[in-house]
């Protein structure tokens, strides 16, 4: 049993590897690696949220947008990308290249020892994509 479970965070460690993880990062490290990793997304910064601590990206065919959630500190602490149906199964694809499946529309990996859950919510007029610390 302690085999396997180590043969699954070796596992999860090395997918984990070959993927940016925003969580954790300050706002201006986060911005920098969206632009450097993520060219088809641009900083929005047109609306402020009172509520919310936030940055803002979205897609350059208006499909997606990238919330990235921030603590009174300006780090990230959990991100959500809203998407247009049309993207579901790219997606998808992706994250089954990047990281290990849990269960249906779940997959999970390590980055630097921590666990972090990737989620899609599925909704009537688009899906959702929630990352955060497992």
Known sequence: MRLQISILISILTVVSASSQNYIGMTKEQ??????KNNTSFNLDD??????YN???FSDKN???TWLFFL???NIC????MMSDYSNLNSRVDEFNKKYTK???DVWVFVDKGVSY????????WFFSVLTHKN
């Open 30 to 35: 986060l911005i920098q690696a969206v632009e």
């Open 46 to 51: 047109g609306v402020k949220n009172n509520t």
């Open 54 to 56: 936030y940055v803002k």
């Open 62 to 64: 208006n499909e997606e």
């Open 71 to 73: 603590n009174d500190k």
């Open 77 to 80: 602490t959990h991100h959500k």
């Open 102 to 104: 849990a269960i249906k």
């Open 117 to 124: 859950k990737v989620e899609i919510k599925r909704d009537e």
